[in-house]
């Protein structure tokens, strides 16, 4: 990459991937960069520099959202179009060190830290906001999510007290939330 970072988000293929945001110890980065396969390139920067922030979609139709700006707990989200960020509805619930899948008009935001508490609220994206929907099973931050708005994933994470293996199902057509296995 250009810019060494950490915390930040991300979202694409193999191919075609988009890198966003993220630490700079000190301070908070807003630049995006851009994977063809072979090599990075500069893309458009977000409006609002943050760290542990989710990411969704594709290097063409991208999805930023929560993260922490110094520190402030961010609800921001924001839609890439190929070559620039602009604002979308913001999150019901502003954290940090969540988690998404989907894409940038069905996407999932899920777990986070609030500073604190824990949180396990998930919210759903439909291209202009997000409605609260459910509640993970753990609570957790700093969690993985893959998968789509209908059929996605968040596993383990980080769970007072400690690390948790947990994986969370969810599914259509209610959106619910469904632990599938613990540890």
Same mark, same amino acid.
């Given at each position: ?41 500069? *893309?458009?920067?977000?409006?609002? &520099? $943050?760290?542990?922030? /989710?990411?969704? +979609?594709? %290097? @063409? #139709?991208? =999805?930023? !959202? ?21 604002? *979308?509805?913001?999150?019901?619930? &502003? $954290?940090?060190?969540? /988690?998404?899948? +989907?894409? %940038? @008009? #069905?996407? =999932?935001? !899920? ?27 753990? &609570? $957790? ?5 893959? +998968?789509? %708005? @209908? #059929?996605? =994933?968040? !596993? ?28």
């Amino acid at each position: 990459m250009t810019t060494a970072r950490f915390g930040l988000g991300g979202a694409g293929t193999q191919t075609s991937a988009l890198a966003f945001g993220g630490g700079l110890n000190p301070g908070d980065s807003n630049a995006t960069e851009e994977y063809d396969g072979t090599s990075w390139g500069p *893309g458009g920067n977000l409006a609002t &520099a $943050r760290r542990a922030l /989710a990411g969704a +979609g594709t %290097q @063409t #139709a991208g =999805l930023a !959202f929560g993260g922490v700006a110094s520190t402030t707990q961010q609800s921001a989200t924001e839609e890439y179009n190929g070559s620039a960020w602009t604002a *979308g509805g913001s999150l019901n619930t &502003a $954290r940090r060190q969540l /988690a998404g899948c +989907g894409t %940038q @008009t #069905a996407a =999932l935001a !899920f777990g986070g830290n609030i500073a604190p508490p824990v949180t396990g609220a998930t919210e759903k994206y439909d291209g202009t906001s997000w409605t609260t929907t459910g509640t993970m099973g753990t &609570a $957790r931050y700093v969690l993985g999510g893959c +998968g789509t %708005q @209908t #059929a996605g =994933l968040g !596993f383990s994470g980080y769970a007072a007290p400690g690390v948790s293996a947990a994986t969370e199902e969810f599914t259509d057509p209610t959106l619910t939330v469904q632990k599938i296995t613990t540890s």
